[in-house]
């Protein structure tokens, strides 16, 4: 079947580690997406990347970084820099063009201990 | 910039009672807007979307949304709840941003039924 992958489902990272999510897809989309959610604030999008090689900053990258070395992968690198990353991580990819919508994948729950 | 609002954080009906969630954008340019839906710890599932001609669409689950552009809102409704719709519903813009194409959500409505 058609999706999204997300793994792991749940990760546990201690404080000063850096952490790397993965997202794969095989929908063969041109753009991926990660977001963050947090209660009470929606989605809020970190990275997206419209093609491969070439990826831009969302509203909230601080402190992440990604790559897209191959259309199917987008993993999302949580570094020591960002200040609270306990939250929920979700990626998604669409077809470009903004009349397209994003198919999800389930998601990863990070929690710094 | 695009936004979307939920004026709602959460809501509670009983089941079989009618429902209306808000959603209002701001969007400069033709705004293309889409119902999501998510269960608790899982990912979003789309219920429906709009990008022009009727302004009403039908959706998955028996969902319906208007789009009204003199009131910049995209409201969900649904005639008779169930209790399995219990979720969390989020409304989202599409817009292009420096060519690229990006999904904006509002800030999401937790749905409660009462039995």
């Known amino acids: 079947d058609g999706g999204i992958t997300q793994s792991p489902k749940y990760l546990f990272r201690k404080e000063g580690q850096n952490v790397t999510l993965s997202c794969e897809q095989n929908l063969n989309h041109d753009a991926m997406y990660w977001y963050r959610q947090d209660p009470g604030q929606g989605l809020r999008l970190i990275y997206y990347s419209q093609i491969v090689n070439d990826f831009q900053k969302g509203d909230i990258a601080e402190g992440y970084s990604v790559s897209r070395e191959k259309k199917e992968s987008f993993p999302l690198t949580v570094t020591s820099a960002q200040k609270n990353p306990t939250a929920f991580y979700l990626c998604a990819s669409s077809r470009t063009g903004a009349s397209t919508e994003a198919f999800f994948g389930q998601g990863t729950r990070l929690t710094v201990v | 910039a695009q936004s979307v609002t939920q004026p709602d954080i959460h809501i509670t009906v009983s089941e079989g009672a009618s429902l209306e969630l808000r959603c209002n954008y701001s969007?400069?340019?033709?705004?293309?807007l889409f119902w999501y839906v998510q269960s608790p710890g899982q990912g979003l599932q789309l219920l429906l979307k709009y990008f022009s001609g009727d302004t009403l669409v039908q959706g998955i689950k028996g969902f319906e949304a208007e789009f009204k552009r003199s009131q910049s809102s995209f409201n969900l409704r649904k005639p008779s709840v169930h209790w399995s719709d219990a979720a969390e519903y989020f409304c989202a813009v599409g817009a292009r941003d420096q060519g690229a194409q990006k999904l904006v959500f509002g800030q999401g409505t937790r749905l409660t039924i009462n039995p």
């Open positions: 969007y400069g340019a033709t705004p293309y």
